[in-house]
Each structure stands twice: as C-alpha cells, then as structure tokens.
C-alpha cells in the first residue's frame, strides 16, 4: 500500500512523520513525506495536485500541532474535492481534540501513530474503506457515523521502532511552485532544516517528568501516562551511527522534554559509547531540578555544548501560581552555577506576555534573571494559551482569550514593551545598569525609556550576536572548521536578531494569507 504523510510545519524536522513512515516502510508500505510548508490557500496548487496524482497513495496522512488545524482542515477540504483517497489526522492537536477533528477527517490517530498507521493500511488492503477499522487508537467517519475505537498503551519497547533518518530519501517538498525531493536538493533541505541542517534532531525519552499548566504534556498525559519511555542506549548509538555518516551533520540536537531524566547508569553508559563512537557536540533540554553535577559533568566530557533550560519567570508566584511548575529561582540559580561550572553554554528559555502577570512579577524576573552568572543566552516566548492546557482552561473561564488566540503561531514576536526589552538584554548589560533600568511605570522617566530604547538597538546588534559567537567558539573547543560550519549553518537565524520580522518571515507572510482568507473566505474557517 502506499502512504503520503504530510506536515504543515514551517520547518523541516518532522519527528512524528519520520517514524511513522520508516515504521509503515519496515512493515512492507511504500511512504513519501511531503513538507508544505505553511501552505494555505483557496485551491490546490497543481504542483501539489500532479505530485499526489503521480504517487496515487492509497492513504493520505497529515500531521497537526493545533496552529496548523485550520491548514490541515483546509488542506483536507481541497484533497476531498479532487480526490478519494481517504485523509487520516493524527499529531499533538488530534491527540488533544479528536472530536473536533473528527468532523474534517475520515480518520483521526488519538495517540501513537506508528503502529495505528500500519494497521490501517493493512485494514484498506483487506477490507476496503467502507469497513471501519478496528484498530485502536483510530476514530472514523463513515457516511456520517463516527466509530469510535479505544486508546492503545503507549509503546513500551521503543527500540522495537524504527529510528529517525537524519535526510529519509523518500522526503519530498514544496517550495517555489514545483515538488522537490529534499536528498536530491540538499541544498535546500538545509534551508528548511532547522539550524541550517547543522543538526540532527533526535529525542531518546517519551514523556516528561512535568505537568506545566501552559504545556501540552500536561494533557497529553491522560493518553500516554506519567510514565517516561526511554530508549536504550544502543538503540540511540545505532541512530546516531547511521546519522554520522552525513558530513554535514555538526552538531546532535537531543529533543527530549528533560534529558536529565535517563538514570545515572544510562548516562554512564551512553556518554562513554557516545564519546567512542560519535564524538560530536551535542545540545540537551533539562529542567533546573533536574539538574546534578554528577549527570552534568559526565555529559561535558562526552561533548555537551549547550543546555536549554525552562526558567519561564524569575517570579516563584508566577511559576508555582500560574504556570503549576514548582521550580524555584533558587533551583534554577543553582543550576545555572553548575551549568557554568561545567563550561556548558546555558540557554535560557523564559515565557512573557502573559496577561496575569503584574508589573511587579516581571520586574522580580529581570532581578532575578540579572543575578546568573554571565555569560548566558535566553530566548523570550509569547505565552500562547494551546487548547486543553490548565492555563487555557482557567484563561477561558475568566475570559481573558481569545478560544483561537493559540492559532496565532505568527507571534513568534513578542510584545515590544518596555519590560520585554530590558528582560531581552539583561544578560548582555550590567547588574548595576539593570537595576536602573528596572522600575514600574510610574516612577520612570523619559530618561529610562530612551536609555533602554538605545541599550537594546545598539545592545542587541553588537553586544548579543558577539556573545553568542564567543559561546558557539567555547562550546566548540575554538576549533575554526565547525566555527566556521556552523554559522555557515546558521547564519539565517543570526540575521534574524538584528533585522526585526526575518525569522518569521514565511509566519508572518503565512499569517496575513490567514487573515486574507479568513475575510474573503469565510467559509472555509467554520467549525460544523
Ligand atoms: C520536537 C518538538 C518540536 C520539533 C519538531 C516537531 C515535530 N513536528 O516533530 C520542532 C523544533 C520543529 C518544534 C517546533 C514547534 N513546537 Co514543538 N515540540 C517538540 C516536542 C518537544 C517533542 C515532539 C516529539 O518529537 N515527540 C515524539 C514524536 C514521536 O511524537 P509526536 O510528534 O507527538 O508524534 C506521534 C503522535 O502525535 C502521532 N502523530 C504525529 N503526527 C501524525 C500524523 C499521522 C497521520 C498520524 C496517524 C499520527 C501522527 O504519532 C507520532 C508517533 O507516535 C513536543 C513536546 C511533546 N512532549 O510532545 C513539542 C510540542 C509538540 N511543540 C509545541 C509547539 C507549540 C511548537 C511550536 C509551535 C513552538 C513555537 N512557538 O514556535 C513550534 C512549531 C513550529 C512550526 N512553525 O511549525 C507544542 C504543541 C502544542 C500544541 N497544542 O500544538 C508541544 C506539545 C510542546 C508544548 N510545550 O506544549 N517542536
């Protein structure tokens, strides 16, 4: 049988697609991956049309994060219009509200796709699409009725899983009116890939120790559990092997929620084999609790080059309060000193925007935030309120959003306040020059505001991206080829900090296609 399975997404990595198709393949199916990035429109563009026509799949997969339901119920519209070929649903949004999605899809996947997914084919081949499938974890529409089938446990053994390719040949995409296919043009696979396609992007773990009240995983564990799911290491040594043997391939991008969470005997282990066989920086995810020098120093040795911290706000009322994350500035302190102890490069990510926050809280964070030991890097998020979170629900009830507010991907740009600034270059200013600048409202003058406006012009396009390139050098042991390699790799994303709008660029054209067919179009964004 064959599958096309489709993304939406912006970028390149497409994790749940990757080891849905090498699965489907394992088991006999023949598979392409097709990126449309951020596609959305009032028809089918014929490029799209006569690629789908050309593979004739028997079954067409599209992978869902809830900013792109409307593409994907867009898309799905168009499909039914020019084809039969039945459209399955499957991603973070279907698992978090199949039954709104079921009203577009002939089949939602309200969990692990991997296994669904083969069985479905199988289900085709056999039986035809006016059966509905008994397969767990699917939902179908048939002539109106929808049959209901009950979740599946989540993978246990995910070794038994194929694992990601870094560049599967079978991935194709759309990109200036024609279908590419992206292992014959990596050239511009690299202009897709995150990171320049400097990176592999993997995960080793399924599932997070944390239940957030802002984040998905504190939803998503009522389908798959508390449990963490964790890879052995010679699972993710084969990968890793496989992935190696790409020259382009610079750095190892762990994607786990927590990375931190894999025992001390796991680390032991893996570090070693890692160093070996691998011998490549790599960057990991953890939460400040999580955080032991024992872990930490095992990791640098192994080539640790940057950890990605949640630090959210420098506020414990904010964060225990609101966010439901019992992780005190303290922690996170004490993480930061290990963190820079060990040489690692700490990345910081914070949330702003969030409308309980007072004046107050956000000054506490940039206090707080100014007492970490230099140098260190953070990226500054929009709270965006995704369906099903706690955060959304209470946010709904006091009315203070808007339902679809999350569709808005496009505020990859925050808010331009006066806090926002000085939060964004207080890890490039001096303490005492923070502290200045720091003050609510009402007892600044026009001197704050016009010291910070210049501070962060001049702060952000010389003092930042020099930082940045002082820690890339640091992490990468001063050696000038992967120095050079990786901004090659990322030069995209460094223009980005100094020219306002660029990162967002295909969002933000996205966002006003959005809103042109949202005026002119209406119907196609009803919910039945
Ligand atoms: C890695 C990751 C990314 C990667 C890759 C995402 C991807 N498509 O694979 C990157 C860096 C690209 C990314 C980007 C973003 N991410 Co992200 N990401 C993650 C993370 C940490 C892990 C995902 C993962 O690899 N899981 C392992 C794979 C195997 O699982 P999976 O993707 O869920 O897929 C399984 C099932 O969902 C299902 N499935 C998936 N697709 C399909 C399709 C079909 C047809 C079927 C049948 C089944 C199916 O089967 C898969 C295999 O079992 C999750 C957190 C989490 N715990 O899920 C956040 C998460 C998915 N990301 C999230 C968000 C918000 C984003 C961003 C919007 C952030 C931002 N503001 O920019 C961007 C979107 C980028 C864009 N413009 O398109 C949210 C999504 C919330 C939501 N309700 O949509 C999550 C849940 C994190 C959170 N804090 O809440 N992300």
């Known amino acids: 049988m064959k599958l096309l399975l489709i993304s939406l997404q912006s970028n390149a990595y497409v994790a749940g ?19 449309l990035p951020g596609y959305i429109d009032s028809s089918l563009h014929p490029a799209i049309e006569d690629f789908i026509r050309d593979y004739n799949p028997d079954l067409i997969g599209i992978s869902l994060m809830s900013i792109e339901f409307y593409p994907a119920k867009i898309l799905t519209h168009l499909l039914h219009e020019k084809f039969s070929i039945p459209v399955l649903w499957g991603g973070v949004h279907v698992v978090l509200t199949p039954d709104e999605c079921i009203k577009y899809a002939d089949y939602v996947c309200c969990g692990e796709g991997e296994r669904a997914v083969v069985l479905v084919l199988n289900h085709l081949r056999d039986k035809g699409r006016d059966v509905p499938p008994e ?29 990601q390719e870094y560049l599967p040949e079978y991935y194709y995409f759309f990109h200036n009116d024609r279908i590419y296919n992206f ?18 992007m993997m995960i080793t773990t399924r599932g997070c120790p944390f239940s957030c009240g802002y984040c998905a995983n504190s939803s998503l564990v009522s389908v798959y559990g508390k449990k963490i799911r964790e890879r052995s290491v010679e699972n993710c040594l084969e990968e890793l092997k496989a992935v190696k043997k790409d020259p382009y391939v610079l750095y190892i991008n762990f994607e786990d929620d927590c990375f931190l969470v894999h025992g001390m005997k796991w680390l032991k282990k893996f570090t070693e084999e890692y160093k070996k066989h691998i011998n490549l920086p790599f960057m990991v995810r953890a ?5 032991d020098m024992e872990k930490l120093f095992m990791l640098k040795k192994a080539g640790l080059s940057w950890i990605i911290m949640g630090v959210q706000s420098g506020s414990d009322h904010v964060n225990f309060d609101i966010y439901g994350r019992k992780v005190p500035f303290a922690v996170v302190k004490k993480a930061a000193e290990l963190v820079s102890k060990s040489r690692a490069v700490p990345y910081y990510e914070m949330i702003v925007d969030n409308p309980y926050e007072t004046e ?22 929009h709270l965006t309120f995704f369906p099903g979170t706690p955060l959304t629900q209470k946010a709904l009830k006091d009315k203070i959003i ?22 964004n270059i207080t890890p490039y200013i001096p303490q005492f020059a923070v502290r200045f600048l720091n003050k609510t409202e009402a007892s600044r003058k026009w001197l704050h505001s016009f010291l910070l406006q210049i501070l962060h012009f001049v702060v952000r396009r010389t003092v930042e991206p020099a930082v940045y390139l002082f820690l890339i050098a640091r992490s990468l042991d001063y050696k000038p080829d992967w120095i050079i390699r990786t901004i090659e790799g990322n030069w995209r994303s460094a223009v980005s900090k100094v020219v306002p709008n660029y990162p967002g660029k295909n969002d933000l054209k996205y966002g006003k296609k959005l809103t042109y067919l949202r005026k002119t179009m209406p119907e196609l964004f009803e919910r039945d």
Not at 140 to 152: D, V
Not at 287 to 291: Q, R
């Open 287 to 291: 939460i400040p609790t999580m955080v």
């Open 17 to 35: 697609l990757k080891y849905i198709g090498a699965n489907a393949r394992a088991n006999g199916h023949d598979v392409r991956i097709l990126l």
């Open 360 to 381: 107050q809280d956000m000054i506490e964070t940039i206090n707080a935030m100014s007492t970490l030991k230099k140098p260190y890097t953070t990226s500054l998020a």
């Open 135 to 163: 397969v767990p974890n699917i939902w179908s529409r048939i002539n109106g009725q929808i049959i209901k089938q009950p979740l599946s446990p989540p993978e246990e053994n995910l070794d038994s899983l194929p694992y």
């Open 402 to 423: 808007d339902p679809e507010a999350y569709l808005h991907r496009y505020m990859i740009e925050i808010e331009k306040t006066y806090f926002n600034k000085l939060l």
């Open 183 to 200: 292992s014959r043009h990596p050239e511009l696979f690299r202009r897709y890939a995150l990171y320049g396609g400097t990176c592999h």
